[in-house]
């Protein structure tokens, strides 16, 4: 990528579980440790990961109206004991990141985490320092895959929203994307199946970080039709 320093997009928001950070593994054992503590239930990773960039209250309360906000309890509790313990970093992201700004490119977090549990995450692989948190879960009413979260964050930052970019892992986060007029690239390496992501109308699917940075510093192009 030597030589190529603009930026696709000037303002680019990512999300964070399965993006940026290696949160699945985490996310995955904690709705695990929930069920069986609140229900008595195994549930598979499959499962566990349909629910993932969805606001977790919300998503538990869907599955368990009764027992939501217990699961939902108990899930934060062990999330949080054992973040440090699971959570693993994604080579060559932090070089992205950097590539990104020393670009001019400014870089922004849009997750359905609360702010505080985001900020740990990504305090927990080492990327706090090159990028923020400008849409949290306690920012709006509505999530993803409703366009709020990201016409709030553009209203944060003070962006047009069709000028932006957003990245994710998760169909939700595409729908978003789309619903807000922004492009949203998807990426394979998070919790979404690459049929599910190619269904939402992404403006690109990449298969690695290297991949990323390059589109997003407007490389080489990585289409779909060159995918398949």
Do not use: C
């Amino acid at each position: 990528m030597a030589g190529v320093t603009t930026p696709r997009w000037q303002t680019i928001f990512f999300d964070l579980d399965g993006t940026l950070a290696n949160t699945i593994p985490l996310i995955v054992a904690s709705y695990q440790h929930a069920f069986r503590e609140v229900r008595g239930e195994e549930i598979d990773a499959i499962r566990a990961k349909s629910w993932i960039g969805r606001p977790l209250l919300a998503a538990l309360l869907e599955e368990d109206p009764e027992r939501g906000h217990d699961l939902d309890r108990t899930y934060r509790e062990w999330n949080l004991a054992n973040t440090e313990r699971l959570i693993q970093r994604y080579a060559g992201v932090p070089e992205m990141l950097e590539s990104l700004t020393s670009s001019g490119a400014k870089v922004h977090v849009v997750t359905s985490k609360r702010r505080e549990t985001a900020r740990l995450a990504l305090a927990g692989v080492g990327i706090d320092h090159l990028i923020d948190v400008v849409g949290a879960l306690e920012d709006t009413t509505r999530h993803k895959p409703d366009a709020e979260p990201l016409l709030a964050a553009s209203r944060a930052v003070g962006v047009d929203p069709t000028t932006a970019v957003y990245v994710g892992d998760a169909t939700v986060d595409i729908l978003a994307a789309r619903a807000a007029g922004m492009p949203g690239v998807a990426v394979t390496w998070g919790a979404g199946e690459r049929d599910a992501l190619e269904a939402t109308g992404p403006e690109t699917i990449v298969d690695t970080v290297d991949d990323l940075t390059a589109y997003l510093l407007d490389g080489a192009p990585v289409t779909r039709e060159a995918r398949e």
